[in-house]
C-alpha cells in the first residue's frame, strides 16, 4: 500500500495517465530520498526516476530561457545603488585561518560599505561573455554549474545605516538592492525560521534563493543536485568576505522554504530559499 508523500504524489500530478502516476509514486515509495523529509522531493525524483523511465525529454532551450538567465527575479526601477565596494585589507590565508561561525554579534548598525562589500565581492559580477545565445552573460565572483547564476540573494535589513528597513532583492549585474514590497522583515523571518531571537534580532539575514527552473533548463534531472552544489560555493564564498570584513556570521540552513517563498511572491514550483547567513557586528576580540 501506498501511503504518506507517495500517495498525495500520485494523487497531485494530474498530467500523468494512472499507470504513470502509479510508476511515480511506487518510485518515491522505495526510494532513499524521502530522508529530507520535505517537498523536493517530489521534484528531485521526477528528474532523477521518472524522465528516463518513462522517456521523457525535456524542451530545447529557448530565447526566453537565454534572457531569463540574466533577469533578477526582482523588478525595481527605483532601485537602492550601493556604494562601490571598498578593497578588503585580508589574504585569503588569513581569512581561512580565521573563518568561524560566530552568533554573538553586538548591538549596532551595519554600515552600508560593509554589506556592498559583502555582497559585490562574494557575488557580484567581476566580467562577462557571449554565451547561450546572450550578448554581455555576467560572470560572477562565484562558481555555479554551467554559468548560469542559479543561487540569488535576498536582503532582509533589520538594521543597516543609510537604506530603510525592508527586503531586498540583490541585482549583481547592477550592483543594487530591488525592493520587494517586504516592509518588515520580521515577519516574513518569524514564519522562515521560527521564534529564534539570534536571527530576529540580527541587524542582517541574507537568504539565498535557488533557481531550480534555471537549473532544470540547463542540467534537467540533475537540476536539484547543481543547485546545491551553487549555493555551497555561494556559502563559501560570503563566509571568507565576511572574515575579511570582520563581521560575526552563521550559516543557518533550518529555513522553511514554502513560507518565505510565499511572502516573496516569487514562484514556488522553481523558486526555493536553500539557506541563509545571519550577520551582526562582531564584538571586541
Not at 27 to 45: I, K, N, V
Not at 122 to 132: R, T
Not at 224 to 232: A, C
Request: aromatic share 4%; glycine share 10%.
Amino acid at each position: 500500500m501506498i501511503t504518506g508523500i507517495a500517495a498525495e504524489l500520485a494523487d497531485q500530478l494530474e498530467t500523468l495517465d494512472a499507470d504513470e502516476q502509479r510508476s511515480l509514486a511506487e518510485l518515491l515509495a522505495r526510494s532513499r530520498h524521502q530522508e529530507r523529509g520535505f517537498g523536493l522531493d517530489t521534484l528531485f525524483l521526477v528528474h532523477d526516476f521518472i524522465a528516463p523511465e518513462l522517456e521523457r525529454e525535456a524542451g530545447s532551450p529557448g530565447i526566453d530561457d537565454k534572457l531569463e538567465l540574466t533577469a533578477s527575479r526582482f523588478a525595481d526601477e527605483d532601485a537602492i545603488a550601493l556604494p562601490a565596494p571598498e578593497p578588503l585589507d585580508m589574504t585569503l590565508v588569513d581569512a581561512l585561518a580565521r573563518r568561524r561561525s560566530n552568533r554573538s554579534y553586538v548591538d549596532g548598525s551595519i554600515p552600508l560599505e560593509a554589506v556592498s562589500a559583502l555582497l559585490g565581492h562574494a557575488i557580484g559580477v567581476s566580467s562577462s561573455l557571449n554565451s547561450y545565445g546572450c550578448r554581455d552573460l555576467p560572470l560572477r565572483r562565484v562558481a555555479s554549474g554551467g554559468g548560469i547564476e542559479t543561487v540569488e540573494l535576498v536582503v532582509c535589513a533589520r538594521d543597516v545605516c543609510r537604506i530603510d528597513r525592508g527586503v531586498y532583492g540583490y541585482d549583481a549585474r547592477a550592483h543594487k538592492l530591488r525592493r520587494t514590497g517586504i516592509n518588515e522583515p520580521l515577519m516574513m523571518l518569524a514564519r522562515g525560521f521560527g521564534q529564534n531571537p539570534w536571527i530576529l534580532e540580527a541587524p542582517l539575514v541574507i537568504l539565498m534563493l535557488g533557481r531550480l527552473g534555471r537549473s532544470r533548463w540547463k542540467y534537467g534531472e540533475l537540476a536539484y543536485r547543481s543547485l546545491l552544489q551553487d549555493v555551497g560555493n555561494v556559502q563559501a564564498n560570503l563566509m571568507l568576505v565576511g572574515t575579511a570584513l570582520d563581521l560575526a556570521y552563521c550559516v543557518n540552513s533550518g529555513v522553511d522554504s514554502d513560507e518565505v517563498v510565499h511572502d516573496l511572491g516569487v514562484r514556488p514550483d522553481s523558486d526555493l530559499v536553500l539557506s541563509s547567513m545571519v550577520i551582526g557586528r562582531a564584538g571586541a576580540k
